[in-house]
């Protein structure tokens, strides 16, 4: 599947973004999706994920409560609502899609095989 992510932009504190990822090449419905982050000179950051049987989504501590991850599979796109940014939100954020994972590698960037190019997210102060 090859995911294409876009909506990211310089917005300031207290404002609020929503990503897409447009998903293509297979069947969308079937892969557990997710969204990572990563800031200059950090690690890739687990930011939320949600199954394919679209039950309840999962977050990092970080963003739960701002941010809302939500996926349409009639469209094959992947949503990531982001309210309240703070500047620390800054990085480059990453869609990515894979299949048979199980519920405690959710938060593990090497359980995914499909990655979306990133699109980036700056909040100024």
């Known amino acids: 599947v090859q995911l294409q992510a876009s909506g990211g932009g310089l917005v300031q504190a207290g404002d609020s973004l929503r990503l897409s990822c447009a998903a293509s090449?297979?069947?969308?419905?079937?892969?557990?999706v997710a969204w990572f982050r990563q800031a200059t000179g950090k690690e890739r950051e687990f930011v939320a994920a949600i199954k394919s049987t679209n039950s309840n989504p999962f977050y990092a501590d970080s963003v739960k409560g701002r941010f809302t991850i939500s996926r349409d599979n009639a469209k094959s796109t992947l949503y990531l609502q982001m309210n309240s940014l703070q500047p620390e939100d800054t990085a480059v954020y990453y869609c990515?899609?894979?299949?048979?994972?199980?519920?405690?590698?959710?938060?593990?960037?090497?359980?995914?095989?499909?990655w979306g190019q990133g699109t980036q997210v700056t909040v100024s102060s």
């Open positions: 990515t899609a894979t299949t048979g994972i199980i519920h405690s590698n959710l938060g593990v960037p090497s359980s995914y095989y499909y």
């Open positions: 090449g297979r069947t969308f419905r079937g892969y557990t």
